[in-house]
C-alpha cells in the first residue's frame, strides 16, 4: 500500500514537472518567433519611459548584488530603470554593451541596425546565435535582450541611420552609445547627439586595439572637436579587411556599458575628456588627456557652420558601411572574370597565377600552383620576392616559344589589392618583369568561390 | 640638448612605420608641429594621418602647431589615429 502510495505521489511530481517543461519551451518558442510586427523600419515616437517610485520585490532580487553598492544603491538603480539608450549598431561593440545594460536594469534600449545577423559575426557579436543567421541584427539582439531581462523595454530598428532619420531618433534617447563600424555614421552620429544635446558614449575597436571616449558631455570635446577633418578612406582599415579579435569589442563593450550605466545612475563618466586606449597584445590599458571643446569647431563651437545634418558619406568620400570599397582602377582589357580564368586553368594553358594577399590570408586558403608574393612586398619592391617572381617567368618562358608574352594572372580576396598589384607590376621594367602581360582576375578568390568553386572557403 | 624619448605607435601608426615602439632622440625643446615632422621625416609614410592623428606627449593630447613642448629623457610620445571599426 505504502509502495502505491509513493509510486503516486512520484508520478504527481514528474507531471508537476512536465507542466513546468511545457511552459518554459513554449516562452521559449514565443520568442523564437519572429515576430515582424515590432520590429520598426521606420522610426515613431515613442512614450517617454513611465519612470518607477520605488522598486518591487522581484527588482530587489534580481538587483541585489549591485544595490549592495553606495555608488548605485536604491537611488541610481530607479534612476537606470528610467533611462533610455540607443545603440547604433548591433555589432562586436553592441552586443556586450546593450546585454549588460539589459542585465543592470536600464529602463529603455533602442537596438539600431540595417544589417543581418552572418556565420562571420558570431566569434564577436555574442547576443546572435547559429540560430538566428539571416535574421536582422536588430531583431537577433532584440530576442536575446528578453531572454536576459524581460523587464527591459525593447526597441529593435532595422533601418541605416541617415541625416533624415538620425535627429528624430537620437532625440528620443537619453544616452547614445556609438558602436558603429565605419567613419560616415560616426560623424552623422557625433552630429546629431551635438545637435540634441545628448552625451555620446563612443567606442572603437580593430585587430587588438580598442579606443573609447564620451563625448559631448559636461563640457568636453565632440567628435569632430579632435577630428574636425575625416580620413582619407584608403587610410581606413574596417573588421573585416583588417581582422578584430572578438575579445577586443568585447572588452571595449564593456567599458562602453560602465560609462554609460554611471552617466545614467548620476554617478557622471570619467572619460568626458579622456582617450581610454586599449592595446590588448600588450594587456595595456592608457589614457590620454584630450584638449577640451573647442571654440571653432564645426558644430559644437561658437559659430557652428554645421547647423544642421549633412551627407556623410560625400563629406567622407566613403560609404557608410563596413563592406569593402570596389576599386576600379584598371581598363576592361587589363581584367579577366572568374569564368574565363576557370577555362584557361581548363585548358591548361601555361601562365602564372600571382596571389598578392598577405601571407596570413593564403594559409586560410590558396588555389594550387599560385605563387604568393604580397602586395606589400611588391611595392617595396623586395629582393627576394622579384627574384622568384623572375624565375618563374623565366621557367615559363621556356616553355613558350620566345616570342609571346608570358601571360601572369593576379589574385587577391575581392579584387582591389590584385589591381594595384599590376599597375606596379606594368611599372617594373628591366629583365625581371618584361615580356609579360598581367591581368587581374575580377572579384578576386571570392568570386571564384562564389561563381566557379562553391566548395572553396570564404572569410 | 637633446632627449631621449620613447614613441609610441598605435593603430595605423603602428601599421605605417611597421614599429610598436621605438626610442628616439629629439630636441628638449620644440614645437609640437616640428616634433610631428620629426616623426614624419623618421616615416614619411606618416603623412596621411596627419589630420587626425592624436600627438600625446606624457599621456596628454597636444595640437600640431607652433606651442612649444619640453622633451625629458624617458618621455613618452604616443601617435594615435582613431579606429573607426566595431
Ligand atoms: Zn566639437
Given at each position: ?50 519612470p518607477?517610485?520605488?522598486?518591487t ?55 539600431l ?17 547559429e ?8 531583431h ?48 552623422l ?74 552617466i ?24 590620454i ?26 563629406f ?47 594559409d ?10 604580397p602586395?606589400?612586398?611588391?611595392e ?50 628591366g ?29 | ?60 593630447y ?20 582613431p579606429?573607426?571599426?566595431?
Amino acid at each position: 500500500m505504502e509502495e502505491v502510495l509513493q509510486l503516486k505521489g512520484q508520478i504527481k511530481e514528474k507531471e508537476r514537472e512536465l507542466v513546468i517543461l511545457r511552459k518554459k519551451l513554449a516562452q521559449l518558442e514565443k520568442l523564437s518567433d519572429f515576430p515582424t510586427d515590432d520590429l520598426l523600419d521606420k522610426i515613431t515616437p515613442l512614450a517617454p519611459v513611465t519612470p518607477k517610485t520605488s522598486l518591487t520585490n522581484e527588482d530587489i532580487m534580481r538587483f541585489s548584488r549591485q544595490l549592495l553598492l553606495p555608488e548605485l544603491g536604491v537611488k541610481g538603480q530607479l534612476k537606470l530603470s528610467k533611462t533610455s539608450v540607443l545603440v547604433v549598431g548591433c555589432g562586436g561593440l553592441g552586443c556586450p554593451l546593450a546585454q549588460y545594460l539589459a542585465a543592470a536594469g536600464i529602463g529603455r534600449l533602442g537596438l539600431l541596425d540595417h544589417d543581418e545577423v552572418e556565420l562571420s559575426n558570431l566569434h564577436r557579436q555574442v547576443l546572435h546565435s547559429e540560430r538566428t543567421q539571416g535574421q536582422p541584427k536588430s531583431h537577433s539582439a532584440a530576442q536575446a535582450i528578453r531572454r536576459l531581462n524581460s523587464t527591459v523595454q525593447c526597441v529593435p530598428y532595422h533601418l541605416q541611420l541617415s541625416s533624415e532619420n538620425a535627429l528624430q531618433l537620437i532625440q528620443q534617447y537619453d544616452i547614445v552609445a556609438d558602436c558603429s563600424d565605419n567613419v560616415p555614421t560616426r560623424y552623422l552620429v557625433n552630429d546629431a547627439c551635438v545637435l540634441s544635446g545628448k552625451p555620446l558614449v563612443s567606442a572603437s575597436a580593430l585587430r587588438m586595439e580598442g579606443q573609447l571616449t564620451v563625448y559631448n558631455y559636461n563640457g568636453g570635446p565632440c567628435y569632430r572637436c579632435l577630428y574636425p577633418v575625416p580620413p582619407p578612406p584608403e587610410t581606413v582599415t574596417n573588421c573585416s579587411d583588417g581582422g578584430v579579435l572578438g575579445v577586443v569589442p568585447g572588452i571595449m563593450g564593456c567599458l562602453q556599458a560602465l560609462e554609460v550605466l554611471k552617466i545614467a545612475s548620476g554617478q557622471g563618466s570619467s572619460y568626458g575628456q579622456q582617450l581610454l586606449m586599449f592595446d590588448g597584445q600588450g594587456s595595456r590599458f592608457r589614457s590620454i588627456r584630450l584638449r577640451p571643446k573647442q571654440a571653432g569647431c564645426a558644430v559644437c563651437g561658437e559659430n557652428p557652420t554645421v547647423t544642421q545634418l549633412q551627407d556623410y558619406e560625400t563629406f567622407c568620400g566613403s560609404a557608410a558601411t563596413d563592406k569593402c570599397r570596389r576599386l576600379n582602377l584598371l581598363s576592361k582589357e587589363q581584367r579577366i572574370t572568374v569564368q574565363d580564368y576557370k577555362s584557361i586553368v581548363d585548358s591548361s594553358t601555361p601562365h602564372i597565377l600571382l596571389d598578392v594577399r598577405p601571407q596570413v590570408e593564403v594559409d586560410i586558403c590558396h588555389l594550387p600552383s599560385s605563387l604568393n608574393i604580397p602586395l606589400a612586398s611588391l611595392e617595396q619592391r623586395k629582393a627576394e620576392h622579384i627574384h622568384l617572381l623572375r624565375e618563374r617567368i623565366s621557367d615559363l618562358k621556356q616553355q613558350l616559344d620566345a616570342q609571346s608574352q608570358v601571360p601572369v594572372y593576379v589574385v587577391c580576396k575581392q579584387g582591389n589589392d590584385s589591381q594595384k598589384a599590376v599597375q606596379i607590376l606594368e611599372k617594373m621594367s628591366g629583365p625581371e618583369v618584361d615580356c609579360v602581360s598581367v591581368r587581374d582576375i575580377c572579384g578576386g578568390l571570392m568570386a571564384w568561390a562564389q561563381k566557379i568553386e562553391p566548395s572553396f572557403p570564404q572569410y | 640638448m637633446i632627449s631621449e624619448v620613447s614613441v609610441l605607435y598605435f593603430a595605423k601608426g603602428a601599421e605605417l612605420t611597421g614599429l610598436k615602439s621605438e626610442t628616439v632622440k629629439l630636441p628638449s625643446e620644440l614645437t609640437t608641429l616640428q616634433l610631428w615632422q620629426e616623426l614624419e621625416g623618421r616615416h614619411p609614410k606618416l603623412s596621411v594621418i596627419r589630420e587626425q592623428v592624436v600627438l600625446a606627449v606624457r599621456q596628454e593630447y597636444v595640437a600640431l602647431g607652433d606651442q612649444s613642448v619640453s622633451l625629458r629623457d624617458g618621455d613618452e610620445v604616443a601617435v594615435i589615429p582613431p579606429l573607426s571599426g566595431g
